[in-house]
């Protein structure tokens, strides 16, 4: 996923971020040196392979034309993502030190911080009316809500219960509701009236939705594996559960319960996630999730230096990476 556009952005803007971080974290004062380090360290641990701290930045440029004001947002995004990631890894039972200087129960206090504390405080910081500040207060607590619900339901789900459906379910919550969240905000601190705002949050959630698509391809592509190694329930896994027959069915749920330690398992499972039928449903899905975005963003309109940017990310975050196998 590159597009030169947003791309340019972040660059524009990289070091006002990186400013209003330092920002958040000087401001929890000169008696929390321990917990200053100790988020320090976990964002420095965290690096994200696409910068989209720019998404609420694009919001707010689509409504105002001016991006620069919502540049505390950005800040919070990469705050909740860096303290959703090591969350995430915690409980999948992936994380591990940090650092040298930052240990597992260390890395697991300071996402605590990270994630709720400095966001509010943030949101606290800004001069702007208590309206828009009770707003924004509003889309933080419910993010915080929507999402752990979708990583429980992600944790408990048994294998044998997974539809397509109740996969978007999980995503929606995990994944669609911190960007359901930025851009809902991105639009309040702008000024957007209430339908905008609420449009707003519902490409955030379908954008979600397709990053973690996005997500789960590049986890097969790049070898590591790591939904399998984990026991977790992809779309493609649903795609081929729903698209299998009785006994194929039976092969499929012990291949998932086996990946979690067999590599032969895995490499079999995977053979079967590849199999055509597969992906054809599941690059049928992309699409319809594809245009759902695209058409919220056409519904919203908005700047025309802005808005082309949007409908390139999603036409990006909308590509099949994966190829049938034989």
């Not at 999948?92 to 709720?116: F, M, P, R, T």
Request: with cysteine; aromatic share 6%; hydrophobic share 40%.
């Amino acid at each position: 996923m590159n597009s030169t556009s947003y791309l340019d952005l972040y660059r524009q803007f990289s070091s006002n971020i990186d400013a209003e971080l330092k920002t958040s974290i000087e401001r929890l004062g000169p008696s929390s040196t321990a917990i200053k380090n100790a988020v320090t360290e976990l964002l420095q641990h965290q690096k994200f392979k696409y910068p989209l701290q720019v998404l609420p930045l694009l919001v707010h440029g689509a409504e105002t034309g001016d991006p620069g004001p919502a540049v505390p947002l950005s800040a919070i995004h990469v705050l909740g993502w860096t303290s959703a990631c090591y969350l995430d890894d915690l409980a999948d039972g992936q994380a591990a030190s940090v650092s040298g200087a930052l240990g597992k129960n260390e890395a697991l206090l300071a996402s605590i911080i990270s994630g709720n504390t400095l966001p509010l405080h943030i949101i606290q910081a800004q001069q702007i009316p208590d309206s828009v500040r009770g707003a924004l207060t509003a889309e933080l607590l419910t993010c915080a809500i929507v999402c752990t619900e979708g990583q429980l339901s992600d944790l408990r789900r048994d294998a044998g219960d997974a539809t397509r459906d109740s996969v978007i379910t999980t995503y929606r919550g995990k994944s669609g509701a911190p960007f359901a969240m930025i851009t809902a905000m991105g639009a309040i601190l702008a000024g957007a009236e209430h339908e905008r705002i609420r449009i707003w949050r519902e490409f955030g959630y379908v954008f979600g939705i397709l990053l973690q698509l996005l997500n789960d391809q590049e986890d097969i592509l790049s070898g590591r594996n790591e939904d399998l190694r984990n026991g977790t329930i992809t779309y493609l896994f649903a795609c081929t559960l729903e698209n299998a027959s009785p006994r194929s069915r039976n092969r499929l749920l012990d291949l998932h319960a086996a990946a979690k330690s067999s590599e032969e398992a895995r490499s079999e499972l995977t053979a079967l996630l590849l199999a055509p039928t597969s992906l054809q449903q599941y690059e049928a899905d992309l699409r319809r999730f594809r245009d759902e975005a695209q058409h919220l963003l056409t519904e919203l309109g908005g700047d025309g230096n802005y808005v082309p940017v949007l409908r390139r990310l999603v036409e990006e975050s909308a590509e099949l990476l994966l190829h049938q196998t034989e």
